[in-house]
């Protein structure tokens, strides 16, 4: 399965920015998708992730009451709503979808990544 990413940006702290993510290849009804995050040196960090129908969703606690996850399973899509953004936030976010295990902060189960996309957040 391939995933695409976009909807990255440059937003002032405060603002708000939404992840896509479309899957092919494959429906992408048939995983658990979800998004991780990375800065220059650091190891990728979990941000959320959903189960196959949409059933259960996950957060990390730095995206908790900011970050909405969600899906369409008729689109192949996944999508990050991220409000209420800090500087903090800065960093490229990578999809990632697993069809085993739902995405939930284990980023070694992973079996597919999207490339980035770039999100900056300015003070």
């Known amino acids: 399965v391939q995933l695409q990413a976009s909807g990255g940006g440059l937003v002032q702290a405060g603002g708000s920015l939404r992840l896509s993510c479309a899957a092919s290849g494959r429906p992408g009804s048939y995983y658990s998708m979800g998004w991780f995050r990375q800065t220059a040196g650091k190891e990728r960090r979990f941000v959320s992730g959903i189960s196959w129908n949409g059933g259960r969703t996950y957060y990390a606690d730095s995206a908790k009451g900011r970050f909405t996850i969600s899906r369409d399973n008729a689109k192949n899509t996944v999508y990050l709503q991220m409000n209420s953004l800090k500087p903090e936030d800065t960093a490229v976010y990578y999809c990632?979808?697993?069809?085993?295990?739902?995405?939930?902060?284990?980023?070694?189960?992973?079996?597919?990544w999207g490339q980035g996309t770039q999100v900056t957040v300015s003070s």
């Open positions: 990632a979808a697993d069809e085993f295990e739902d995405v939930a902060g284990n980023v070694q189960s992973i079996h597919y």
